[in-house]
């Protein structure tokens, strides 16, 4: 049977637009046909898994359809669950992904804005990483550190550090490669002070650890004020319209489809076309 394509959102920091990239990312694949199981593995927040239970009552409160995904919570109190061993943590999690691997082509796992047992593990099976950071020298930290005088790169940082070992663990397991995504998320309308020379430090780190650049979603007042209803612009549609249409809405889609090809995954489908009001 054909494996399912992993794709795991990642990043050791909070703030970054984690479950904002991994909502998208899930609800263009649907749209594409593709069946996609979701794990969300920040078991305190969870705000993948409530996203996806406002979009079940949305639909079913307005008669309303749209693709589903398959859902497997690896506990019904992800917050006991975050309080437990690593080692139950991490039962917990081969099985959710053992049951949802067998049912999709895609396993989406959205992770947590920190170091855990369970994160580590679903890097190290990913076939994707997509890392979200916002554009700034403090999300840059995250990934490489700068000398604090000429601002020149000296070294990658810790979650750099997990990804090499998760695709180096990876290659002498299965002989396969882990592609390695950073998106240049919540860019700022116009060109901030300090973006050239943050360009330039994201562009040598990218050649010496081997990750590939690419668009994230800008912060977008259509991104927030759709998450309640459980919903993206991949779903709006003359069916599907839970606010009132403008040209930024169409401009968000095409940012989500540039988004889905600098990830590689070209099943992205318009749906139905959005018609500007």
């Not at 082509?105 to 190290?124: E, K, M, Q, Y």
Request: charged share 25%; aromatic share 6%; glycine share 6%.
């Amino acid at each position: 049977m054909p494996q399912a394509s992993v794709i795991v959102v990642g990043n050791e920091k909070g703030g970054a637009g984690k479950s904002t990239i991994a909502i998208h990312t899930a609800t263009a694949l649907l749209h594409a046909d593709a069946r996609v199981a979701v794990l969300d593995l920040d078991l305190r927040q969870q705000s993948t898994s409530h996203f996806f239970a406002h979009r079940r009552a949305w639909l079913e409160a307005n008669g309303a359809v749209a693709p589903m995904p398959i859902e497997h919570p690896l506990s019904a109190d992800g917050a006991a669950l975050a309080k437990a061993t690593d080692e139950e943590a991490l039962a917990r999690f081969e099985e959710a992904f053992g049951q949802a691997s067998e049912a999709a082509d895609f396993v989406l796992i959205d992770t947590p804005g920190s170091d855990t047992a369970i994160s580590r593990a679903a890097h190290g099976l990913a076939d994707l990483i997509v890392t979200p950071m916002n554009d700034s020298f403090v999300d840059f930290d995250m990934l490489g550190v700068v000398d604090p005088v000429t601002l020149e790169l000296k070294r990658h940082s810790l979650y750099s550090e997990t990804v090499w070992n998760s695709r180096k663990a990876r290659a002498l397991k299965d002989r396969k490669t882990i592609d390695w995504v950073v998106l240049r998320n919540r860019l700022a309308p116009t060109e901030a002070r300090n973006r050239k020379r943050l360009d330039e430090r994201v562009e040598t780190l990218s050649r010496k650890v081997g990750f590939r650049i690419g668009p994230g979603l800008r912060d977008r007042v259509i991104y927030r004020e759709l998450f309640p209803f459980g919903l993206t612009v991949a779903d709006l549609s003359p069916a599907i319209r839970p606010v009132a249409m403008s040209l930024q809405h169409v401009a968000a889609r095409q940012e989500l489809r540039a988004l889905m090809t600098a990830l590689g995954l070209s099943g992205f489908s318009d749906g139905e076309q959005i018609a500007a009001e």
